[in-house]
């Protein structure tokens, strides 16, 4: 099975930025998609950022869109998220996922890394 895992998380002040970065085994071509996820206490997981691996093609939440950026390496084996102007609300632990498509909610991802506690203060 293909194992993912992030890299990069930590503790930085508002306004500062952080680049996470998710490692996959190995290359799987079934995993068409590969997102990024987000869970703050007491909140839903929700999808930060997603890209085709084939085409690039990516997509944003809209809380993160001009700020944070998805990318992934020419080996399609790795997936990065820089992050910029972080807020305090971007808090959260963050997850690497991966499936099938890029589906709008965690379900149907099959793959998923082990987290990465990315922690913003005011």
């Known amino acids: 099975q293909v194992q993912l895992v992030e890299s990069g998380g930590g503790s930085v002040q508002a306004g500062g930025s952080l680049r996470l970065s998710c490692a996959a085994s190995?290359?799987?071509?079934?995993?068409?998609?590969m997102a990024w996820f987000r869970q703050a206490p007491g909140k839903e997981r929700e999808r930060v950022a997603a890209i085709y691996t084939g085409d690039s093609s990516t997509y944003y939440a809209d809380s993160v869109k001009g700020r944070f950026t998805i990318s992934q390496d020419s080996a399609k084996i790795t997936v990065y998220l820089q992050m910029n102007s972080l807020k305090p609300e971007d808090t959260a632990t963050y997850y690497c996922?991966?499936?099938?498509?890029?589906?709008?909610?965690?379900?149907?991802?099959?793959?998923w890394g082990q987290g990465t506690q990315v922690t913003v203060s005011s």
């Open positions: 996922a991966a499936g099938r498509r890029c589906y709008g909610s965690a379900f149907g991802f099959n793959y």
């Open positions: 190995e290359y799987t071509y079934s995993s068409n998609c």
